[in-house]
Each structure stands twice: as structure tokens, then as C-alpha cells.
């Protein structure tokens, strides 16, 4: 006796449930990765240029973010969350030089850094979307004219 989970007539059925509960499964994931950006033309317009943006940038890598690297011990808060933040200013330097605009380069980097949260082959370090918020905000500041 041939036995199967669902008869020949319902068998479509059972996929398009489950095709849709996949979706919504990953619609749920992908708005849990939000991150606040610029909202207004007021705010992007003072932000600084292609050029001083990069520099304040490489900046706070060479004298922030890599002495504390150096400093830290791999495994704590303080080392995932320097390492978060030349993660994420490389980040913005490399879509800048892509031709990205400053505003757009600093809320793509933030949507892509939550994304990747570090499990790449270079580093493991997990960003939550509070961290990424709180760092949004200090890019921000770093950047406005």
C-alpha cells in the first residue's frame, strides 16, 4: 500500500503553505533588521562632501578604532564593538568611492553591517540593531558640517 502525507489533490495545497509561511518567516526577519536613517533633505544636505567625509572617516579607523583594536582582547564587548565600527566606516568609505553619496553610503553601510553581523571570513562579531543605532547616530554627527 502506497502511503503518502497528503492525497494527490492536496499535496499543491500543502506547498503553497508552506511556501507561504517561508515567506512571511523572512518577511519578519528582514524588518527586525531596520536601522533608523536620514529622513529629511535638511539633514543630508549638511553633511560633509565625498572627500572630507572619507578623511574624517580613515581618521577615526587609523586613530580610534585601531588603537583600541590593538588594546582589546578578541571576545569582548569592546572588541565587537570597535571592530563593528571599522567594519562599518570601511564600509562607507568603499560605497563612497563607488560614487555612493555620503547620506546614502551612511545608511547602506548600517543596513548591510547589520546584515553581514561580522560572520564573514575576516571577523565574528555579532551587531545588534541598538549598537547599530547608537553608531549611526555618532557617524552621523562626525559628518555634519
Known amino acids: 500500500m502506497n502511503r503518502t502525507f497528503a492525497k494527490r489533490g492536496l499535496q499543491s495545497i500543502v506547498a503553497m ?3 507561504v509561511g517561508a515567506m512571511l518567516f523572512t518577511a519578519s526577519q528582514a524588518t527586525a533588521q531596520k536601522v533608523k536613517t536620514t529622513s529629511s533633505s535638511a539633514q543630508i544636505s549638511n553633511l560633509a562632501n565625498s ?3 572619507v578623511a574624517i572617516l580613515m581618521n577615526q579607523i587609523v586613530n580610534a578604532a585601531h588603537p583600541q583594536l590593538k588594546n582589546a582582547q578578541p571576545g569582548t ?4 564593538e570597535w ?5 562599518y566606516w ?7 568611492g563607488e560614487g555612493t553619496t555620503v547620506s546614502a553610503a551612511l545608511s547602506d553601510a548600517a543596513r548591510e553591517t547589520l546584515l553581514v553581523n561580522h560572520h ?3 571577523t565574528s562579531v555579532y ?11 555618532f557617524t552621523y554627527n562626525l559628518l555634519k558640517q
Open 17 to 19: 503553505f508552506l511556501l
Open 90 to 96: 570601511k564600509r562607507m568609505i568603499a560605497m563612497i
Open 83 to 87: 571592530t563593528a565600527r571599522a567594519y
Open 120 to 122: 564573514d571570513a575576516y
Open 77 to 80: 564587548q569592546q572588541f565587537e
Open 127 to 137: 551587531v545588534d540593531r541598538t549598537f547599530m543605532n547608537q553608531l549611526y547616530d
Open 51 to 53: 572627500t572630507d567625509a
